[in-house]
């Protein structure tokens, strides 16, 4: 069975945790102030993702970091390359033209 993504699972929760507050502010408020329950119901997501979502929060951070190190590690420059960096940059700083 596959386990489901960290990512996902934040998400998810985050997307629950306004739209529940927002449903029931809807349900309780007059219909004339659903601006007021849809800035309620993203701060009260906002709390209450802060509250209980630390762990998938940290998940999250982690993977995404791991994947930008992965990008840099795959886009760095070989040796080959230094090399011949370093030989048209000399080229070009005493004048001649590289071939």
Known sequence: MKRIPVWLTYTVLRLLFVAVPLAVLLLVLPRDLW?????????IGFCLSYLFLRGPREGVASQLAAARKRERRETAPSADDRVEDAAVDSAESSGRRPE
């Open 35 to 43: 601006l007021v329950s849809a800035v309620a119901s993203v701060v």
